[in-house]
Nanobody
Framework: QVQLVESGGGLVQPGGSLRLSCASS????????MSWYRQAPGRQREFLAR???????NYADSVKGRFTISRDNAKNTVYLQMDSLKPEDTAVYYC???????WGQGTQVTVSS
């Protein structure tokens, strides 16, 4: 049974940073491409970043240069480091086993002063 559990969300001021984590189980994590998405109220879920088994990364233009995806295969965990956060980054952030139906439950990120 595939499980993806996000953590690390919260309230942060504009310009601040957060690191999200997504712990996985039930998959062969070391060969999996992992990804992050977000969904703001009233908007469609948006792709943010993905990382291949070999560590290659891709980012949406909206977060390129501010967000960094990484992985720790020993911990079966993928991370999203978010810097220079803006109010428009406020959303629920989801981890996904890329191109599959397997999603985490989401973690809320709120950027506000």
């Amino acid at each position: 049974q595939v499980q993806l559990v996000e953590s690390g969300g919260g309230l942060v001021q504009p310009g601040g940073s957060l690191r999200l984590s997504c712990a996985s189980s039930g998959i062969n994590f070391s060969i999996a491409t992992m990804s992050w998405y977000r969904q703001a109220p009233g908007r469609q879920r948006e792709f943010l970043a993905r990382i291949s088994s070999g560590g290659s990364t891709n980012y949406a233009d909206s977060v390129k240069g501010r967000f960094t995806i990484s992985r720790d295969n020993a911990k079966n965990t993928v991370y999203l480091q978010m810097d220079s956060l803006k109010p428009e980054d406020t959303a629920v952030y989801y981890c996904r086993l890329y191109a599959t139906v397997h999603w985490g439950q989401g973690t809320q990120v709120t950027v506000s002063s």
